[in-house]
């Protein structure tokens, strides 16, 4: 890996869990959607997309899965030591994964450029500017 290859390390609250990417994410932005805001505990999940050849993680999760909006299904990894929320996907299955922004060790990697399913926004969550904004999940 050279020096201006992009990295983004995080983990959970307990360490438990840990992922390095060493590619620069395909997408980023805010998920709205209910599920989302209820996984989360928050108005939303701020996330990160990565192919998974551009990802290791270390430690045992806890994997949670979930009708998803396009009718398959949205596998969520927690911490089940301290019940982080950390990554979606299910790996070694899938082609890439989410990380959960507020995961990251250093959050200044976090560049959102969409937000989706805004029509379940929060009145409370202000947008940043600039944001392209999807009602639902884009097509």
């Not at 050279?2 to 994410?25: H, I, K, M, W």
């Not at 399913?117 to 929060?122: A, G, I, S, T, V």
């Amino acid at each position: 890996m050279s020096d201006s290859t992009p990295r983004f390390t995080g983990g959970c609250l307990c360490g438990a869990v840990r992922y390095e990417a060493t590619a620069a994410p395909i997408y980023a932005g805010y998920c709205f959607c209910t599920d989302c805001r209820k996984a989360s505990g928050s108005g939303f999940v701020p996330f990160m997309g990565f192919a998974a050849s551009a990802l290791r993680f270390s430690g045992k999760t806890l994997m949670f899965s979930s009708k998803a909006a396009r009718g398959g299904y949205a596998i969520r990894n927690s911490c089940p030591v301290c019940g982080s929320l950390v990554y979606g996907g299910e790996v070694g299955k899938h082609q890439e994964h989410t990380i959960y922004a507020g995961t990251l060790d250093d959050p200044k990697g976090f560049h959102p450029t969409v937000a989706l399913f805004n029509r379940d926004r929060p009145d409370w969550v202000v947008l940043p500017e600039g944001l392209k904004v999807f009602e639902e999940m884009p097509p």
